[in-house]
């Protein structure tokens, strides 16, 4: 078992805080001191937002970090140079979350064999149809030890959660409510679906994501799964930070 | 109507996956995947029902004003030396093709039970369609539509008002079409359970492309049907149309792309020239790429950030093609040109003198090339004309030859 997202799941089965960040943003040398930080305020994930024009799942706060990121000069290439000695000092697992196009356009190949070489221990591409990369790409994932990681909605079906369940590896990202990244949608009235995940004892272990911003949230979301995502909030904390190491400590600390 | 014949099997339709060739597909985050598997699931059905062919016909005949006539557009004709008919879309009710897919679509999501309607609209003309099918069957309408367009096409904008449909500003990137169409997916992801996202062009994720094309492949129908009675000859030489995401040309080849003998030519917008940067020939500029949920050809930069497009007509602004367009570009089936966006305007302006119709700007693209084709005098040429110049007159009189900016 020599994947990290494994590693970490195998000691840890409860409050698993996984926090999403643009890479490039808010500056695009902030990549690593943003993930540095995240680590020695004690986060059990990264997960890396590789920015795209058009991300259509998410909303203003992370399309608008994803234009600044790519404004900023970050790409695909730019990012794998900034990671090239991530491992020297991120112990973390960290994931590449991001849409397919700018993946396909770099080659599937050479983005494991990047992410493989580089020490990325998984990815989600939200717009890679299972069915496709069942039959095209899974062989290359694997090959690389890169772990896809799959989305479950409130809407979708036993039937296809235990199809996901069998495909996705890491975990299971389960999103809290029908929406884009960033909409408030109460997590309170969520509860019935993450009982329902619950019940259904699957093999990946399943972060909450999609609605997190604080403590409460957070608690709300982890009661019935391994742990949840932050994205948007931590976004707009970063947004607004003028020191960024005191605006992450200060982010955690608010949510552990 | 014969909408949902079966097709499968041609090599210029959909196969069983959602694919022309390598074209096309359903690149959806799972956010949406109930929604577009439910219309994957009952698309063809419910347009084989004989009960929706029935009213989807009487509509298109009572409402609509179909068949849309087929001009023979005489002074043109000696103009290009060829004998040239348009097929005139531009008399539907709201002026344009689009109305074809929208009641096509609207009755769809009636028998979905779907009581929200969402559309993207570029040049405004498929907001107006949207939003006119709604206000025909009483369901809330939004339409997304870029603030650059919202400027540009001011008298649609009042229209969909009028019609009863909220217009959203779409202000992220190109604040054009293609962002438009970003944000009504969004809609779509939060609400997935009430609400169908018309969608305006032979585009997005299957099975759009293909229930777009069949909803316009009336155009094809009565252009075979309105030829043989004029020429006694059902297949033209060649099909022109203008493609922005190919809703319009798709309905006007569908009944030729098996007929070999019909030359089909599409007609991209080049803006200020294919390669002024300020461009929507997308075959000329694109790569293998996403947008949309569909693979295809689409213009994008060496990261694989979708580009910009630019071009003086809104409805072709757009930075890919539908799938189908994508496959007879790459299998040579079609040709394909483009027309700047000075070229379109003198050939508005020559319509306008020659047959007195001001054709929209969209359509102009596809006039504006005849001069291209090498035309021999026994020539059949169907032009489709896929709308009326209404919409674009600001842009037209600012534009005249010897207008230097005052008011008319
Ligand atoms: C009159 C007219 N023609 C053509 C188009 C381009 O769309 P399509 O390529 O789907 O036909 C539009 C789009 O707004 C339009 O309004």
Request: glycine letters at 10%.
């Amino acid at each position: 078992m020599s994947n990290r997202i494994d590693q970490l799941f195998a000691g840890k089965r409860k409050g698993v805080l996984n926090i999403y960040c643009t890479a490039g943003f808010p500056e695009l040398n902030d990549t690593l001191p943003v993930m540095k930080a995240l680590q020695q305020n004690g986060v059990d994930i990264i997960e890396l937002g590789m920015p795209f024009s058009d991300p259509l799942a998410d909303g203003p706060v992370i399309q608008d970090s994803s234009t600044r990121a790519i404004s900023n000069g970050m790409s695909l290439k730019v990012l794998f140079e900034q990671l090239k000695n991530l491992r020297q000092e991120i112990h973390v697992p960290v994931l590449l979350m991001g849409y397919l196009n700018p993946v396909l356009l770099y080659g599937i190949e050479n983005f494991c064999k990047k992410c493989a070489e580089v020490g990325v221990d998984g990815a989600i591409l939200p717009d890679l149809p299972m069915d496709e990369y069942e039959s095209e790409y899974k062989p290359v994932f694997e090959k690389y030890g890169l772990h896809l990681v799959f989305l479950v909605t409130p809407e979708t079906s036993e039937e296809r959660i235990r199809k996901i369940d069998s495909v996705s590896k890491g975990f299971i990202y389960a999103v809290s409510s029908s929406s884009t990244t960033g909409t408030d949608k109460n997590m309170g009235h969520q509860q019935a679906y993450f009982e329902r995940l619950e019940s259904l004892k699957l093999k990946n272990p399943v972060l909450i994501g999609f609605g997190i911003k604080d403590k409460a949230t957070f608690d709300a979301a982890t009661a019935h799964s391994n742990g949840g995502v932050i994205g948007t909030a931590f976004i707009r904390a970063l947004e607004q930070a003028t020191n960024l190491d005191s605006a992450i400590q200060q982010f955690i600390a608010g949510v552990k | 109507m014969k909408i949902a014949e079966n097709t499968f099997g041609s090599k210029y339709h959909v196969d069983e996956k959602g694919f022309y060739g390598r074209f096309g597909g359903a690149y959806i985050p799972e956010m949406l995947y109930p929604n577009v598997e439910e219309l994957q699931r009952n698309y063809l059905a419910i347009l084989r029902d004989p009960g929706f062919q029935e009213e989807f016909d009487q509509l298109l005949r009572d409402y609509v004003g179909r068949p849309s006539p087929l001009y023979f557009a005489k002074r043109l004709s000696e103009k290009y030396n060829a004998k040239i008919y348009l097929k005139r879309e531009d008399l539907n009710h709201t002026g344009a093709h689009k109305v074809n897919n929208t009641i096509g679509q609207i009755l769809l999501a009636k028998r979905l039970g779907k009581t929200r309607i969402i559309a993207e609209t570029g040049a405004g003309q498929h907001g107006v369609a949207t939003a006119t099918v709604c206000a025909l069957m009483g369901l809330e309408c939004v339409v997304y539509m870029g603030s650059i367009d919202i400027k540009r096409q001011a008298p649609n904008v009042a229209r969909m008002k009028m019609l009863g449909a909220t217009v959203v500003p779409a202000t992220s990137g190109s604040q054009t079409l293609k962002d438009a169409c970003n944000e009504a997916i969004r809609d779509w992801i939060n609400n997935p359970v009430n609400t169908h996202y018309i969608l305006g062009t032979a585009a997005g994720p299957h099975p759009y492309p293909d229930m777009v094309t069949r909803f316009q492949s009336v155009i094809s129908e009565e252009i075979k049907k309105q030829l043989l009675e004029k020429t006694g000859k059902a297949n033209p030489d060649y099909v022109v149309a203008c493609i922005g995401g190919g809703s319009n040309a798709a309905g006007a080849y569908y009944h030729f792309l098996d007929e070999p003998d019909v030359k089909l030519v599409a007609v991209e917008a080049g803006g200020k020239g294919v390669h002024s940067g300020h461009s929507a020939a997308t075959t000329q500029l694109g790569k293998l790429g996403i947008i949309h949920a569909s693979k295809t050809l689409l213009m994008q930069t060496e990261d694989g950030q979708i580009t910009e497009p630019y071009s003086i007509s809104a409805g072709l602004d757009y930075p890919g093609i539908g799938p189908l367009h994508a496959h007879l570009y790459e299998t040579g089936r079609a040709t394909f040109l483009n027309a700047t966006d000075d070229e379109a305007l003198q050939a508005a302006y020559e319509l306008t003198r020659l047959e007195g119709i001001i054709p929209a700007l969209e359509s102009s693209h596809a006039l504006a090339k005849l001069g291209q084709i090498a035309l021999k005098p026994d020539d059949v040429v169907v032009v489709c004309l896929s709308g009326r110049g209404d919409k674009d007159m600001e842009t037209y009189i600012r534009n005249l030859p010897g207008n230097t900016g005052g008011n008319v």
